[in-house]
């Protein structure tokens, strides 16, 4: 999971996708990788195979969210990063999953 800056919620192009969002609760996206997820992050600030809300709006590893559930085997991990997502919107986080 990659902490957002709170910007994104005001973004046109994402209003609307977290309709249960609370102020106050964290912006992040979720996704799932094979690669240390430090290296993933860097790949993702500075472009390559990037998703462009994390390159713009990406602020740091939010390591205490993920590390107790990995690591996933590959075959569950898709599946997992939808639960995942879908748990924490319904908590009122707001979050950006590809």
């Known amino acids: 999971m990659i902490r957002l800056d709170d910007q994104v919620v005001n973004k046109p192009k994402y209003s609307g996708l977290n309709p249960n969002y609370r102020p106050g609760k964290p912006c992040m996206y979720v996704g799932s990788t ?18 462009s809300i994390v390159k713009h709006h990406g602020r740091y590893l939010m390591k ?5 559930l990995n690591p996933v085997p590959a075959g569950e991990a898709e599946d997992r990063e939808e639960l995942l997502a879908e748990d ?3 908590k009122g986080y707001w979050v950006w999953q590809n």
Do not use: T
């Open 34 to 51: 094979a690669l240390d997820p430090d290296a993933r992050f860097k790949q993702h600030l500075n472009g390559y195979k990037s998703s």
């Open 64 to 68: 205490k969210k993920y590390e107790h």
């Open 88 to 90: 924490l919107r319904g």
